[in-house]
């Protein structure tokens, strides 16, 4: 299969492409970074290099794949956000999408599926009720993001092509993510829950993300949004308990929100609030977890 991505370089993109190097696809990298070819495993990468923002001959790329895996984007919380970082972080997801549709548009041979990525902060910040597919949006600067990056996405189904959109919650991986950030401090011993602790973390394993995005291409039936997050959330003071337990360190330290203001802005509203997001449309689908619990997802990634 030929599957042309974007953002294939990042966090959750280098996942992927690790997950993907063990089978006999052709991957389409599109990259502000270097051009080049690369064999990994069985895997083949071309990497060709784009302008994101604009149109260019990155958009023959698209002609005869079988589907396109759009993971770009600006990250959330790399900066303190102000009016400029929010354009850029709407402008690195929407202009692109839109670019990438019109390209596929214009294909003779058009993809069968585009797999386009959102996220989980369409729904803004709620209280603790369940969250399926079906909720409408929130009202922030996230929620109005994704609304607008998930319409662009959606305009392919003009084009007669599938259109899959995981709305992805957060993402835990060994190194990098939420991890990461949690890491230092609990080992020092000075680690707790975020913000009032009772906020719902909608978690993912990085492993099931990755074959949950790839899920639409062997199951034809799956298109619309869904939800890519594990199938029982937790609260954030239940995160930091079993975290701290992972790691045998107490987790009593809570970092207060007016900490996280000074660090993030605007921004820690996001790691504040909580959404009780559930995967109600990918296990009516048959997707099976990896990782349905957090305990075992954390003694995989910690230990
Ligand atoms: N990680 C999460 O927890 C999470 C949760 C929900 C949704 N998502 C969404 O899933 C997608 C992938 O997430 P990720 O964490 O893997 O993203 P990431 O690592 O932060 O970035 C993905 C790629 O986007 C490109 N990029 C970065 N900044 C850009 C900019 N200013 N303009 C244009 N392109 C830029 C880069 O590719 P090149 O350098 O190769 O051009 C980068 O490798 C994103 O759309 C993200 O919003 C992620």
New binding site residues.
């Given amino acids: 299969m030929k599957i042309l991505i974007?953002?294939?370089?990042?966090?959750?993109?280098s996942a992927l492409r690790r997950y993907l190097s063990s089978t006999p696809n052709d991957l389409v990298?599109?990259?502000?970074?270097a051009p080049g070819m690369e064999l990994t495993g069985s895997l083949t990468v071309k990497y060709v290099r784009w302008n994101?923002l604009e149109r260019g001959t990155w958009e023959k790329e698209v002609e005869g794949c079988d589907a396109v895996i759009n993971?770009?984007?600006?990250?959330?919380f790399?900066q303190r956000w102000n009016p400029q970082v929010k354009q850029?972080v709407l402008d690195?997801?929407v202009v692109?999408t839109r670019l990438l549709v019109e390209a596929i548009g214009r294909a003779e041979r058009k993809p069968s599926v585009l797999i386009s990525?959102?996220?989980?902060?369409y729904y803004g910040h709620r209280d603790d009720g369940i969250i399926t597919e079906s909720a409408q949006p929130g009202n922030d600067f996230l929620a109005d993001l994704a609304v607008q990056w998930e319409g662009e996405a959606f305009k392919a189904e003009q084009f007669g092509v599938r259109v899959a959109v995981p709305r992805?919650?957060?993402?835990l991986e060994r190194s990098g993510?939420?991890i990461g950030k949690m890491l230092l401090p609990f080992r020092l011993f000075a680690g707790g829950p975020i913000g009032s602790g009772r906020q719902y973390l909608p978690w993912i394993h990085m492993e099931d993300v990755v074959r949950g995005i790839l899920f639409p291409l062997e199951q034809e039936g799956l298109k619309g949004v869904y939800n890519l997050t594990a199938p029982e959330p937790v609260t954030m003071k239940e995160f930091a308990k079993q975290f701290g337990s992972v790691l045998h360190r107490p987790s009593w330290l809570p970092v207060p929100d007016i900490a996280l203001d000074v660090l993030y802005g605007e921004g820690a509203k996001v790691i504040v609030s909580g959404q009780r997001a559930v995967p109600e449309r990918l296990l009516a689908a048959g997707y099976r977890f990896s990782y349905p619990a957090l305990r075992p997802a954390l003694e995989h990634l910690l230990q």
Avoid at 6 to 13: A, D, E, N, P, V
Avoid at 71 to 76: A, E, P, R, T, Y
């Fill in positions: 974007t953002g294939g370089t990042g966090f959750i993109g990298l599109l990259t502000r970074g994101p993971l770009i984007g600006k990250n959330v790399e850029q690195s997801r692109p990525a959102s996220a989980v902060g992805i919650g957060l993402v993510g939420m």
